[in-house]
């Protein structure tokens, strides 16, 4: 079976599109997952890395990485992440075979107490995990590439 090639794509590529890496990877270890953002952040949020660690994942080594360097390299799947309508989707020019949009939430607008703030990054982390395992199980275990 060929190994999917997946782009998550988002704006700053320092939460969403971070998670979404990690759990893919963590889904399955043969899979070629990448993250980038048009406007790439200075870095991946500290708040996403502490939740992501909760759920067994490290992101401590990621970095937020602009799209243009991968524009040249086919995909199998590009999954957008962006969530509300304020945002403006990313799209990529590039090779791609499909193109999904699964949308969250962004936790870095999340407001109030730091224990609001953690709230809001574990739930969308947990929603990540969710509709990534759901796009797993149903496109690549079953070899629909």
């Keep these: 079976m060929t190994r999917a090639r997946?782009?998550?794509?988002?704006?700053?590529?320092?939460?969403?599109?971070?998670?979404?890496?990690?759990?893919?990877?963590?889904?399955?270890?043969?899979?070629?997952?990448?993250?980038?953002?048009?406007?790439?952040?200075?870095?991946?949020?500290?708040?996403?890395?502490?939740?992501?660690?909760?759920?067994?994942?490290?992101?401590?080594?990621?970095?937020?990485?602009?799209?243009?360097?991968?524009?040249?390299?086919?995909?199998?799947?590009v999954i957008t992440v962006c969530g509300n309508a304020k945002e403006s989707c990313p799209v990529f020019l590039g090779d791609v075979k499909h193109r999904l949009h699964i949308g969250f939430d962004d936790p870095a607008d999340a407001r109030g107490t730091e224990e609001e703030t953690l709230h809001v990054f574990r739930r969308v982390r947990d929603e990540i995990k969710r509709d990534f395992f759901d796009f797993y199980t149903e496109y690549i275990s079953k070899g629909t590439l």
């Design 6 to 77: 997946i782009l998550v794509l988002c704006t700053g590529n320092s939460c969403r599109s971070q998670m979404a890496e990690g759990f893919l990877k963590s889904f399955d270890p043969s899979l070629d997952v990448v993250s980038a953002g048009t406007k790439a952040a200075a870095c991946v949020h500290p708040t996403a890395i502490q939740v992501m660690g909760e759920a067994g994942i490290d992101l401590t080594e990621n970095y937020p990485k602009v799209v243009d360097q991968f524009i040249s390299q086919p995909f199998d799947y």
